[in-house]
């Protein structure tokens, strides 16, 4: 299918395709900063061919997704990708919208940014399992009013090595205990608690 797209003639629009570790396109153009495409999943792709569209001139940038994972990376990739409007078609059907990860962005501010793809994942994703009785509503409302937690989330979102974690360790049971119970002063307390209130609690 990609060597059939590829060989699609059109006019005023570039059509790029990757066929195994090359990368293909409608029309002749350089596509170094795309190839050889070693990328596994296609969320953070797409932020490739972004920074390749901006390299060659495009100010205004709309990505079509159904995914979260890729509207969280949007936000976070606007200021490093120096884009005047990156847009996101999100979702199909009746719960389809357009969304602004520019301006997002620019309301969260730069740390929150950053700090935005750890707390996504930390808070359950596809490959990571979610909190148990918390959605990301909990999560996203715990963060606003411990502020603190966001220092851990932009270091372990730029530098998530096993020391790393255990700097951040103390913060994220903090910020965990308060995700359950905001009165609570540590873990094993929230935890007891919990199992008196029949409350489920995410370890055993």
Same mark, same amino acid.
């Given at each position: 299918? $990609?060597?059939?797209?590829? $060989?699609?003639?059109?006019?005023?629009?570039?059509?790029?395709?990757?066929?195994?570790?090359?990368?293909?396109?409608?029309?002749?153009?350089?596509?170094? $900063?795309?190839?050889?495409?070693?990328?596994?999943?296609?969320?953070t792709r797409m !932020?490739?061919?972004? $920074?390749?569209?901006?390299?060659?001139?495009?100010?205004?940038?709309?990505?079509?997704t159904v995914d979260s994972d890729v509207l969280v990376l949007a936000?976070?990739?606007?200021?490093?990708?120096?884009?005047?409007?990156?847009?996101?078609? !999100?979702?199909?059907?009746?719960? !389809?919208?357009?969304?602004?990860?520019?301006?997002?962005a620019h309301a969260l501010g730069p740390e929150k940014c950053i700090a935005l793809p750890f707390m996504h994942a930390f808070s359950g994703c596809d490959t990571v399992s979610c909190f148990a009785g918390r959605g990301k509503k909990t999560m996203w409302n715990t963060w606003n009013i411990f502020d603190e937690v966001t220092?851990? !989330?932009?270091?372990?979102?730029?530098n998530p090595d096993p020391d790393s974690i255990c700097e951040q360790l103390q913060l994220l049971e903090r910020f965990v205990v308060v995700v359950y119970d905001r009165t609570s002063t540590d873990v094993k307390n929230t935890r007891y608690q919990g199992q008196r209130s029949n409350q489920r609690w995410p370890y055993s």
């Open positions: 299918m $990609s060597l059939k797209t590829a $060989s699609v003639s059109t006019e005023s629009t570039q059509i790029i395709v990757t066929h195994h570790q090359d990368v293909l396109c409608t029309s002749l153009r350089m596509t170094t $900063s795309l190839a050889p495409c070693t990328q596994e999943e296609a969320d !932020f490739l061919h972004v $920074s390749d569209a901006v390299n060659h001139g495009h100010s205004k940038v709309m990505i079509h936000i976070a990739a606007v200021q490093q990708l120096i884009v005047d409007e990156l847009w996101i078609a !999100f979702s199909s059907g009746k719960s !389809f919208r357009y969304l602004p990860a520019h301006e997002i220092t851990a !989330f932009c270091a372990l979102a730029t």
